[in-house]
C-alpha cells in the first residue's frame, strides 16, 4: 500500500501522482505486495478503494470486538526508535496492577519487543508483519484481526497497538481503535510535525519523549511544541522521558481517563 495514500478525504492517489511526503526510503525496499497487475488510473484507484474499503470493514469489526467487551483501545505509533516500546514497558509497570491491558505487538520481524513487553502483567500479542516480500511498513485492521485470537478479551480494560515504526503509512490505516497516539522524540528534530502533518494531525495527545536528553542536544522544546501545535490544535502534549520516569504521571492520568478508570 505504501505506493498509494488516502487523504483524509478517503481519496485515493498513487505515488507520483503528487507529493505526499518524504517517505525516507525506497518504495521497493518495503514490498506491500506487487500492485502491478491492477492496470492504471481508474482501474487502479477501484481496486485501492475496496482495499480500504475492506480494511475499514475489518476495523469496524475489531471495534465492535473491543466494544462487546467494554475494552478500549488504543493505536500507539511513531517513527522506530522514538521510545514505544520503552513507554510500554513504563506504563505496565505502572498501570497493569489496576487496569487489565492487552497489547499487540507489531513489528516488521523478531519478537524483541514483544519480549520486553512480557512478565509485566499484560497480556502481550506478536504480530510480525513479515509476508515473505519484506514486511508491511504499518498494521492494517486485518492483521490487528488476525492478532485477536492471542488476546483473551473478556476481563481486558484497555488494548494498546504498538505500530510498526513509520511516520507516513500507519497514520492512514485504522485498525479499530479508539484514540490514536504518537511518541515524538526530542532526537527526531523539530521539522517533524511540518514534513509529516498527516500523522501529527491524526493523533489524539503527543508524548514528547527522551526529555532527559534535551541538555544534550542543540534542541529547544517549545519549539518542538509548537510545530506540533501548528498542525493539531487540540491534542495533549506531553513531555516526558521514558527513561527516568519525568512526566510519566501526566500520560498515566491520560490513559486512566482513556480506559474510563476511576483517578488516582
Ligand atoms: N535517553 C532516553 N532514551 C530513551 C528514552 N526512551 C527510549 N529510549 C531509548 O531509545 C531507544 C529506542 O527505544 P524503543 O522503545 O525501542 O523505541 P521504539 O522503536 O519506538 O519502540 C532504546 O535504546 C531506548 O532505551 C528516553 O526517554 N530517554
Ligand atoms: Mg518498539
Known amino acids: 500500500m505504501g505506493r498509494f495514500h488516502r487523504h483524509d478525504d478517503g481519496t485515493v492517489h498513487a505515488h507520483g501522482d503528487h507529493e505526499h511526503g518524504?517517505?525516507?526510503?525506497?518504495?521497493?525496499?518495503?514490498?506491500?505486495?506487487?500492485?502491478?497487475?491492477?492496470?492504471?488510473?481508474?482501474q487502479r484507484i477501484d481496486v485501492l478503494e475496496s482495499i480500504f474499503a475492506e480494511n475499514d470493514a475489518l476495523a469496524a469489526a475489531n471495534r465492535a470486538a473491543f466494544d462487546s467487551h467494554g475494552i478500549r483501545?488504543?493505536?500507539?505509533?511513531?517513527?522506530?526508535?522514538?521510545?514505544?516500546?520503552?513507554?510500554?514497558q513504563a506504563t505496565l509497570d505502572a498501570l497493569a496492577g489496576e487496569l487489565a491491558i492487552g497489547v499487540i505487538e507489531g513489528d516488521i520481524a523478531t519478537d524483541l519487543d514483544a519480549a520486553k513487553l512480557r512478565g509485566r502483567g499484560a497480556q502481550v500479542s506478536l504480530l510480525n508483519t513479515s509476508n515473505g516480500f519484506g514486511g508491511e511498513c504499518h498494521l492494517d485492521a486485518p492483521m490487528v484481526n488476525r492478532a485477536l485470537p492471542g488476546l483473551d478479551l473478556s476481563g481486558l480494560d484497555?488494548?494498546?497497538?504498538?505500530?510498526?515504526?513509520?511516520?507516513?503509512?500507519?497514520?492512514?490505516?485504522?485498525?479499530?481503535?479508539?484514540?490514536?497516539?504518537?511518541?515524538?522524540?526530542?532526537t527526531e528534530g523539530e521539522?517533524?510535525?511540518?514534513?509529516?502533518?498527516?500523522?501529527?494531525?491524526?493523533?489524539?495527545?503527543?508524548?514528547?519523549?527522551?526529555?532527559?536528553l534535551v541538555p544534550h542536544l542543540d534542541v529547544d522544546v517549545e519549539t518542538y511544541v509548537h510545530h506540533v501545535r501548528l498542525v493539531n490544535a487540540t491534542a495533549p502534549i506531553l513531555p516526558v522521558s521514558a527513561r527516568t520516569g519525568a512526566g510519566l504521571a501526566a500520560w498515566f492520568g491520560w490513559l486512566r481517563r482513556f480506559a474510563g478508570a476511576p483517578p488516582v
Do not use: Q
Open 22 to 42: 518524504d517517505h525516507e526510503h525506497d518504495a521497493h525496499e518495503h514490498e506491500h505486495g506487487d500492485h502491478s497487475n491492477y492496470g492504471t488510473g481508474r
Open 191 to 212: 521539522d517533524k510535525p511540518l514534513k509529516y502533518p498527516v500523522m501529527f494531525r491524526s493523533v489524539d495527545v503527543v508524548l514528547l519523549n527522551k526529555i532527559d
Open 73 to 88: 483501545t488504543l493505536n500507539l505509533m511513531s517513527s522506530p526508535g522514538s521510545g514505544k516500546t520503552t513507554v510500554l
Open 158 to 186: 484497555l488494548v494498546i497497538i504498538e505500530n510498526v515504526g513509520n511516520l507516513v503509512c500507519p497514520a492512514e490505516f485504522d485498525v479499530g481503535e479508539h484514540a490514536k497516539a504518537m511518541v515524538y522524540s526530542v
